[in-house]
């Protein structure tokens, strides 16, 4: 009696604590996150399709054939059944047809890398990962955050990640999907916000002893609210160069918000060079083939034309 009361209990508690949950994936506040929502939704629910069948069978086959049940039919020569035979194999296949179409069409609609279809000009936002903190360039505007991340509602972003110290994850959960990021390389993501809001952003790839105080602010702003957070930053002291990064950079935990009216130019690609050892040649004695390494990058990494120029 007293374990079933504990188990009640165990029980009651852990109900309470999930129904205080913020199911932040399943409240989507953009396109693509309603998208993946739809694609978790629908993938369950195809899975569940023979998960739940089997637990229900699983209790009624039990309680059928009990010993003490004396009226179930005992039929010790069966040996198959065609329709039996026909639902076992059936049902998974055309589960597993469903999914891999579902899987082969959001593969590309869902690629992180694939520019949103819109009307509205894309903001080209570089965001670099540190000890423990997010750096956020505006490439096309000249300013710079740390950890706050303001953009404007109904204008997709094309994010460019990088990071400047362990591996991490970027991740804004009511937006969409995550995206890594490593020293020396450059990954891609595209996202929108449809609804105004704040909404949290997190380092999702533990990184160390700051992991938990590694998350920033997403503002989603109106036009007009976006243009006076642009030139509140604009207004700043700080402005940010090699000596100013290098201080920043160095590893932090739960650092403050801090803006930066002025980037040094191409401090995003030097941050990536340091690891790849790319363009390290002098700007003044420029080969022909420094050069068109430079236009192939720029052509790779459209966002990043402001800055190579």
């Known amino acids: 009696m007293k374990r079933t009361i504990s188990y009640c209990l165990v029980y ?3 109900s309470v604590l999930l129904a205080g949950c913020n199911l932040v994936v399943f409240n989507p506040k953009g396109d ?3 998208d993946e929502r739809d694609l978790i939704i629908l993938a369950t629910g195809l899975m569940l399709l023979v998960v739940i069948p089997v637990i229900v069978m699983t209790f009624l086959f039990a309680y059928r054939y009990r010993a003490t049940n004396k009226k179930a039919r005992y039929s010790p020569r069966w040996a198959s059944s065609h329709k039996i035979e026909a639902v076992v194999w059936g049902v998974p296949f055309l589960i597993i047809c469903v999914l891999g179409w ?12 694939r520019p949103l279809d ?3 000009p894309h903001l080209n936002v570089q965001v670099v990962a540190t000890d423990w903190k ?3 360039i505006y490439p096309d505007l000249g300013i710079a955050s740390v950890n706050e991340l303001a953009i404007p509602v109904n204008t997709p972003v094309s994010f460019t990640v990088t990071s400047d110290a362990a ?9 969409g999907g995550q995206i890594y990021a490593m020293a020396g390389m450059q990954t ?7 609804e105004i809001g704040q909404y949290r952003g997190i380092a999702a790839n533990y990184n160390g002893h700051g992991f938990s105080d590694m998350h920033f602010s997403t503002l989603a702003l109106s036009g007009a609210d976006y243009e006076a957070w642009v030139n509140k930053v604009k207004a700043a002291p700080g402005q940010l160069d090699q000596a100013s990064y290098a201080e920043l950079a160095k590893p932090s935990v739960a650092h ?9 130019e191409r401090l995003f690609l030097d941050i990536v060079d340091k690891y790849e050892g790319m363009n390290k040649a002098p700007r003044k004695k420029e080969t022909q083939v420094q050069r068109n390494s430079d236009d192939v990058r720029v052509n790779q990494q459209p966002s990043l034309l402001a800055e190579e120029r």
């Open 32 to 34: 693509v996150a309603r």
């Open 134 to 136: 997010w750096l956020f």
């Open 188 to 194: 891609k993501l595209h996202l929108i916000a449809n």
């Open 12 to 14: 009651l508690a852990t």
């Open 102 to 113: 579902v899987t082969s069409e959001t593969t590309h609609a869902l690629d992180p890398y």
């Open 167 to 175: 591996m991490t994850s970027f991740f804004i959960p009511a937006l």
């Open 118 to 120: 819109s009307d509205v």
């Open 256 to 264: 403050k918000i801090t803006y930066y009216s002025a980037v040094q």
